[in-house]
């Protein structure tokens, strides 16, 4: 684990990248940070965190870091003794966390609850959507830190890497870190009600497209041809054909519109 500040004092801001070692964009959004080294107006500790998982660009060494939480001093695997090092590393901060997918090229925000931290700063960020994912916290760095996760892009992409350094910029804009404005956007808020899984296969399809309404009745994924079709209407998300081992990923209800508060006098 790699940990640096920009500025001085005791950080309650941090921006995390590299939860996951086949997720790079934040990694570049963390080194472009370190080497223009911006004058801040609040302490940021900046921390890269599965290097070795990084090093061997696979998602984990032992297990998933982001189910890990929150781990153990003398715990067996890689992982868990990582994710206690990290929770220490952020006591107190309020994190910012990239991640990136293989289902959706957009980047939106997941949180553990739809807070006033959440209510604030994620109308802020160049996010399309929102989601809140309470129901399954369980093990995830915002089960113990107040984070708020964001996915940039597909994995492995330019596109994702360039997303990671502006949604970070804009993070720490609305925190008052960095000098500046933000424009704040309508944002539809998401909450995930459960996971869509997948028999074990050769070949996977995905028929939907992310945050689009399937109704009852759809069709919307197959495995070996074997389609699965929808008993009731919901909005899928971080749902792909080979993202995951066991899941084409999960089912969300739409809450939730958030708009921008009239301007107080
Ligand atoms: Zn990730």
Redesign the pocket.
Known sequence: MRVAQLGSGTPELAVVAG??GD?PCGVRAVERLLDERPTVERPVKLIVANEAALERRV?FVDEDL?RTFPGHPNAKTHEAQLAHRLVEELEGCLTFSM???QSHADPFAIVNGVSETAKELVPQLPVAAMVETSQFAEGRLFSKINTIEV?CGLQGSETAAQNADRLTRTFLTAVGALPGDTVCRELPVYQLTDVINKQRADTYEVFVDNFTRVDAGDPFAAADGDTQVANEPFYPVLMSPNGYRDVFGYAADKLDILTTPPAAD
């Open positions: 939860i996951h997720e998602r982001n991640h990136s997918t996915e």
